[in-house]
């Protein structure tokens, strides 16, 4: 497989997991509604509508992020600072992405009752954010070290 067919599949890959994230949202959105008309607390939709624009902001522009970082894998530019950085940024994104949700638990806990579920999905969220923001951290860490022996490489030759 050669760096442009990988790119090309790694974009796809970036494009399908945002369709399905527009989907899963769309329908989020639906639920939320309807759950906040049936508990007659319509008025908690909007600074919920608010909360989860903002977070899936942030999702989608870390998808925007690797879709940039893929175009240069085909490019054949795999191992630049400029793909570090972009990992860095997706990195922070998933942190403050997880941290958000963390500290959407208790809010919400103040306003309305918490269903135990709810609670396992922010936690879940939270964990699955961190996850990703520790993952993108040590490859940028990587990437960035390979991208250095990279530019000395060149420099010898």
Known sequence: MNQKSLSQMLRLLVALVAAAGAAISAWL??????????????????PWLIF????????????GLAWRMFASIGRDQSFSPEN??????????????????LLALPVLNA??????YTVLVLL???FVGVCLSVACACLSHLVKKAADLKQD???TI
Do not use: N
């Open 84 to 101: 570090a950085r972009r990992l860095k940024y997706m990195s922070w994104l998933a942190c403050v992405d997880a941290v958000a949700y």
């Open 124 to 126: 879940a969220l939270s």
């Open 111 to 116: 306003v309305t009752s918490v269903k135990p």
């Open 153 to 155: 490489q060149d420099l």
């Open 29 to 46: 959105v639906r639920y939320g509604y309807q759950l906040c008309q049936e508990r007659g607390q319509s008025g908690l939709f909007l």
């Open 52 to 63: 989860f624009l903002l977070t899936l902001a942030a999702v989608y522009a870390a998808l």
